[in-house]
């Protein structure tokens, strides 16, 4: 090869060369700004799950921000929202930001921390929840069991929901949980969030 051809395959080697380390370059740049939330879900009586877990599945979905104009989200709804005499109440509205494709957990026998990670859009999330949907329950509002939400107290569990009725009267509240954590997330944003959840909770649900 003649010293004029050597110069011109290590030009073309080096522009090569150079497109691909720009490439990776770009990969790297695009894998920093990926968007999720992620952490550790502690969840207390696994023993129950053990004898649930046939019935269906346990779910880890958020929620758009909250809004009663269009239903969107989990939130407070006051009294009378939905029709006269109807309490209000606490809970979700709307169907979750990742209803298509939910985190599904998979019981492990004896585990009770489950790591996770959920990539998302930048934007304000009214709750970050964990939930078992049984597969023989048909009523939309009683399908899923909130197990857990993320509510700002890595220590103890809510539910994350307020619901009363009336009886004899009186104004009874049935479930009375701190409602979840509304967070914002920017681009390129990783947020960890840990919670807790007890499965024992769909003896009270179901």
Avoid at 39 to 64: C, H, M, R, Y
Avoid at 74 to 93: H, I, K, M, R, S
Avoid at 165 to 173: D, L, V
Wanted: charged share 20%; hydrophobic share 40%.
């Amino acid at each position: 090869m003649s010293i004029v051809n050597t110069k011109t395959a290590f030009h073309f080697f080096s522009i090569a060369l150079f497109a691909v380390l720009l490439s990776l370059g770009a990969c790297k740049k695009e894998e920093d700004k990926t968007t999720k939330v992620y952490g550790t879900i502690t969840i207390d009586n696994p023993d129950t799950w053990a004898t649930w877990k046939d019935s269906g599945e346990v779910q880890l979905t958020l929620f758009p921000k909250f809004s009663l104009d269009p239903l969107a989200g989990w939130g407070e709804v006051p009294d009378n929202f939905f029709g006269p005499n109807v309490l209000g109440g606490t809970y979700a509205v709307g169907a979750p930001y990742n209803s298509q494709n939910p985190l599904i957990l998979k019981y492990e026998a004896g585990k009770t921390k489950y790591d996770y990670e959920i990539e998302l859009e930048p934007g304000t999330y009214s709750a970050l929840a964990l939930g078992f949907r049984h597969n023989l329950v048909t009523d939309p509002s009683r399908k899923t069991a909130t197990l857990g939400v993320h509510w700002g107290d890595t220590g103890q569990t809510s539910h994350g929901i307020v619901i009363r009725i009336r009886a004899g009267g009186m104004i009874i509240p049935v479930f009375n949980y701190p409602a979840p954590l509304t967070f914002d997330i920017t681009e390129g944003e990783q947020k960890k969030i840990d919670f807790k959840a007890d499965f024992d909770f769909v003896n009270q649900w179901y």
